[in-house]
């Protein structure tokens, strides 16, 4: 997990040299913006272009000492620059060059974690038409209900996917602001023009309004889709977990060649990724409950949401980038069990089909009440005493009173059962 999780794009985003990176396209963006109006002169602009450098380290010693980061880092730049430097951050406030910076940063990691999405439900969709033709028992309440193409198990997810990553691009959208409008949001010393060319060369628009900050119900957005995506991530996880009790045993995560799963249990095969998945998606929505917080800042803004997003920003793309990759894999290598599945939809004498034969029942004009309460009482037989509910239903006198043995052998057609998820798989033919 760590090899993984620090080879991660993500770490490179968040990382402290892209930071400051983003940081001086901000300020360079603004220096050239002034520029093209004429405010600084054209041979200090090449020079800025030039010379423009930051060292990592230094910020570091200056900022003990200033205890201002956006400090530090500029004095860093100007020492690399030289006197030409004066003309930059002309206008502007740290803010201007934080929270616009912020934005390009949730930018570059949103297109890593879209990657992500776009892979899983790729493999979701394969999965799916591999096992279409697979009948499976359905539950609910963790109780047997009707039958289901075990393929529809990987269509909901994929489906559920797709709407993760339409509300991931919606929360790029929204994000893809920057703001450089002063301190309070006034644009008195940086014209509301200027803010235009600047956020174009980064690829941003400019708020409508912003006062020191960009709102944060923006960001809040960015990461409460996050946290979506996790609840996804951990549905997945959740179904496999339950699958793989040793009584069920329909599906099993991979476990490789070496592979160990207790110190003290040599037989133990546990199904520890998708655990993980599951302790890892209550940090993401952990980490949403925070960012709504942060919406709720004093007056034109106070400072409570910065030290909370230095940690919230980065560990959960770095969380739901780990936990697609993770998934993708698991469901990659996922191992299925179709005998397990085949005696698992048979464990209950075929019960399932009760539904079948109510509505042979009424439709034979039998008075729904009625027809429920025999239908019952043989489902009930069944279950109890471990006897084929066909059998039951054939031998029953009441039933077969007003039904040919020809309609109840139709209504006890598993192929009948499952015809209507043939109409569900061509839906998404195309996509394959």
């Given amino acids: 997990m760590i090899d993984r999780y620090e080879a991660?794009?993500?770490?490179?985003?968040?990382?402290?040299?892209?930071?400051?990176?983003?940081?001086?396209?901000?300020?360079?963006?603004?220096t050239e913006a002034w520029a093209e109006m004429g405010q600084v002169p054209a041979a200090s602009l090449k020079n800025i272009r030039r010379r423009a450098a930051f060292d990592c380290?230094?910020?570091?010693?200056?900022?003990?000492?200033?205890?201002?980061?956006?400090?530090?880092?500029?004095?860093?730049?100007?020492?690399?620059i030289g006197p030409d430097s004066a003309y930059l951050h002309k206008g502007i406030t740290s803010y201007d060059v934080v929270d616009t910076a912020l934005s390009l940063l949730i930018r570059e990691s949103?297109?890593?974690?879209?990657?992500g999405c776009r892979g899983l439900e790729k493999v979701l969709l394969a999965k799916a038409f591999a096992y279409r033709d697979l009948p499976a028992i359905g539950r609910t309440h963790g109780i047997h209900a009707e039958p289901i193409a075990f393929g529809c198990k990987f269509l909901l997810w994929h489906e559920e996917m797709a709407r993760n990553r339409q509300r991931l691009l919606r929360a790029a959208e929204t994000m893809a602001v920057g703001k450089i409008s002063g301190s309070v949001g006034t644009y008195i010393h940086f014209p509301a023009a200027a803010e235009k060319k600047a956020l174009r060369r980064l690829g941003l628009k400019a708020c409508r309004v912003t006062s020191q900050v960009i709102q944060r119900d923006r960001h809040a957005e960015v990461i409460t889709a996050l946290a979506l995506l996790g609840t996804t991530l951990e549905k997945i996880a959740v179904e496999i977990r339950h699958l793989q009790r040793t009584e069920v045993l329909e599906v099993e995560e991979p476990f490789t060649r070496g592979q160990k799963g207790s110190s003290s249990m040599p037989h133990k095969r546990n199904p520890v990724r998708c655990e993980r998945v599951s302790g890892l998606a209550r940090i993401l929505r952990g980490h949403a409950a925070v960012a709504l917080e942060n919406n709720v800042l004093w007056h034109e803004r106070d400072i409570s949401h910065s030290s909370a997003e230095r940690v919230i920003f980065p560990d959960s793309f770095h969380l739901a980038v780990f936990m697609l990759d993770d998934m993708a894999d698991v469901l990659k290598n996922l191992i299925v069990y179709p005998g397990n599945i085949r005696r698992n939809l048979d464990l209950t004498q075929g019960v399932y089909f009760s539904q079948k034969v109510l509505t042979l029942l009424v439709n034979k004009g039998v008075a729904r009440q009625r027809a429920y309460e025999l239908v019952q009482a043989q489902a009930m037989k069944s279950w109890l005493e471990k006897r084929s509910f066909r059998e039951l239903v054939l031998a029953d006198p009441?039933?077969?009173a007003v039904c040919s043995a020809a309609e109840l052998e139709q209504a006890f057609s598993l192929k009948a059962l499952l015809a209507g998820t043939r109409d569900i798989f061509r839906r998404f033919a195309r996509q394959k």
């Fill in 8 to 30: 991660a794009p993500i770490a490179r985003i968040w990382s402290e040299e892209n930071r400051y990176r983003k940081w001086l396209d901000v300020e360079l963006a603004v």
């Fill in 57 to 80: 380290g230094r910020i570091r010693e200056i900022e003990k000492k200033v205890k201002h980061d956006v400090i530090a880092f500029l004095t860093s730049v100007e020492e690399a």
């Fill in 110 to 115: 949103l297109a890593v974690v879209l990657a």
């Fill in 398 to 400: 009441a039933i077969v």
